[in-house]
């Protein structure tokens, strides 16, 4: 088994095929959304390929270590960005072609119209450190 991420970008990403921003969804057309979302992670919570996953505010900061004995420096939120990540969720799968076959899917949530969206979604394998040797 392998953990990937899956990244939904709201602005930053390649355009997707209906490309009308959320803002500009009905209640209803938000409503299905969310719930293609909770359906899909159910679907993957029964087969155990689920790990977590959740939608993200679109405010937020920069944070850095400045020096022993100083405040963190924060930057921002920063409304105007270029990319935001609108959510997140991370699986379990056999294989990359497993995940690929579910952010294919993940993408095809409905949006504005009905209509599915066909974003395009940054999947992201997790980084595994090679086994440590011990004598």
């Known amino acids: ?12 990403g390649p355009a997707a095929v209906n ?6 969804w009905t209640p209803e057309e938000i409503s299905a959304h969310i719930k293609y979302m909770n359906d ?14 959740d939608a993200l505010a679109p405010e ?3 944070v850095r270590y400045d020096g022993e004995g100083r405040p963190p420096v ?17 699986i379990d799968v056999d294989s990359y072609e ?27 394998p997790f980084l595994h450190m090679p086994p440590t040797v011990t004598e």
């Open 40 to 53: 899909f992670a159910a679907r993957l919570e029964e087969s155990g390929e689920f790990v977590s996953g």
């Open 19 to 24: 490309d009308v921003p959320m803002e500009k």
């Open 74 to 90: 924060t930057d921002g939120p920063f409304p105007e960005t270029k990319d935001l990540i609108a959510g997140w969720m991370i």
């Open 98 to 124: 497993r995940a690929v076959e579910l952010a294919g899917e993940l993408s095809a949530a409905p949006g504005a119209g009905g209509k599915p969206i066909h974003e395009w979604l940054e999947l992201r």
């Open 1 to 12: 088994m392998a953990k990937y991420l899956l990244l939904k970008h709201y602005r930053g």
């Open 60 to 62: 937020g900061a920069w």
